[in-house]
């Protein structure tokens, strides 16, 4: 069989970015590569825009998962690269480009070179939002083909090619979308004692909500909330009767996230009262915290260190929100930093992946599973 040329396949991939359960390009792609493996050793099953590919194993114990997410995100690439995205305002922005190849590549390694056990392929969509892998788990196809393990990575750019980074344990915060809208009374500027000016309200609202952190949250613990939009009025002599607050949440347990929603209630309760207004939450999507089981994170970390020669880093949690977090939540396993060079960070409109860190991961995590589907 031709050398296939996973650069072209990412470039092909990162023309083509889609929003999450819109990846319809995307899965037709990936379809149209995986049909072309050999038939006889391999399951295809679509759910939505995702698909699972169940590979066979020679003689099979359990089940190991790989999973790769798919969609893109809503920006305007800026890198000026000649397979730039053809979708206006959509990019491949956060590497899932990248986490696609490599999974390609490590499905046609394992095809061509089967282990002993069975392997299950995972294309997820909507990873960054709504939120494709809750819903992809509680499928029925999932539940029938449920791994043992589940492994999965994402690309870091401030690491060089050549490293990964991991660690046991907690990897990735829990996160939480927070959208709050205000309504008041709106008139004449000339004549705010009439009104409920909700600018004002909104503005004492987010400064209420800076004290989450510090005042109800163990100094040990780690949170954030931060409202990074804010909208409200029309003109500059009118005062506005509504305004919407727009931010993120996150914290390093799920114990902490329940108790940040609750001081956003009781703190949204007091201002409906301070400023006579009405107000509405809406929590949108909400990620549980990616975490890597200690024993086979261990495993896999010894195997890097002792099977390859790619440079290990055991790095710290994250505040970063992945919804890999619902998998790792039913499934032992783990996900992993892949190192990729980029001076722009993930979701920045320059990012722009180094390109050899395809060849990188896809020996090594293919190496790896001959490790461990092979190892009774």
């Not at 995702?50 to 099979?60: D, H, N, S, T």
């Not at 705010?192 to 949250?217: E, G, K, Y």
């Not at 919804?323 to 722009?352: A, Q, R, T």
Request: net charge negative; proline share 5%.
């Amino acid at each position: 069989m031709a050398k296939t040329d996973y650069v072209q396949i990412r470039r092909d991939l990162h023309q083509i970015p889609e929003l999450g359960f819109q990846e319809y390009k995307t899965q037709a792609y990936l379809l149209n590569y995986i049909r072309s493996l050999p038939s006889d050793r391999i399951e295809i099953k679509q759910w939505k825009t995702g698909i699972f590919v169940k590979v066979l194993g020679r003689k099979p114990v359990r089940l190991i998962g790989y999973r790769a997410d798919i969609d893109g995100l809503p920006i305007k690439e800026e890198t000026g690269l000649p397979f730039s995205s053809n979708h206006e305002q959509e990019m491949h922005a956060c590497g899932h480009d990248f986490h696609m190849t490599i999974a390609l590549g490590v499905l046609t390694n394992i095809v061509e070179n089967q282990i002993d056990d069975d392997m299950l392929f995972v294309f997820q969509p909507a990873e960054e939002g709504p939120g494709g892998a809750e819903p992809m788990l509680k499928s029925d196809i999932m539940q029938e083909w449920k791994p043992d393990i589940m492994i999965a990575l994402h690309v870091a750019p401030e690491y060089p090619v050549g490293t990964i980074a991991v660690k046991p344990g907690l990897l990735f915060a829990n996160t939480s979308e927070l959208f709050i809208d205000l309504k008041g009374k709106g008139g004449h500027a000339a004549y705010p004692h009439q009104t409920n000016d909700m600018v004002v309200a909104a503005c004492n609202l987010v400064a209420q909500l800076q004290t989450i952190v510090s005042r109800n949250i163990d100094p040990l613990d780690s949170a954030v909330v931060t409202i990074g939009k804010i909208t409200g009025g029309t003109v500059q002599n009118v005062i506005a009767e509504t305004a919407r607050l727009e931010g993120t949440m996150r914290t390093l347990s799920a114990e902490s996230m329940t108790k940040v929603k609750d001081r956003v209630k009781a703190l949204v309760k007091g201002i409906e009262a301070g400023y006579e207004c009405e107000c509405t939450i809406d929590f949108g999507s909400g990620y549980y915290q990616v975490y890597n089981e200690e024993a086979i994170t261990a495993e896999f970390m010894d195997f890097i260190r002792s099977e390859t020669n790619i440079e290990l880093i055991e790095c710290k949690e994250a505040m970063t929100g992945e919804d890999f977090g619902y998998m790792l939540k039913e499934i032992p396993g783990f996900m992993f930093w892949l190192g990729v060079n980029s001076p722009y960070g993930l979701h920045h409109s320059k990012l722009n992946p180094d390109e050899g860190a395809l060849e990188t991961a896809i020996n090594m995590i293919t190496s790896y599973l001959h490790f461990k589907g092979n190892k009774k």
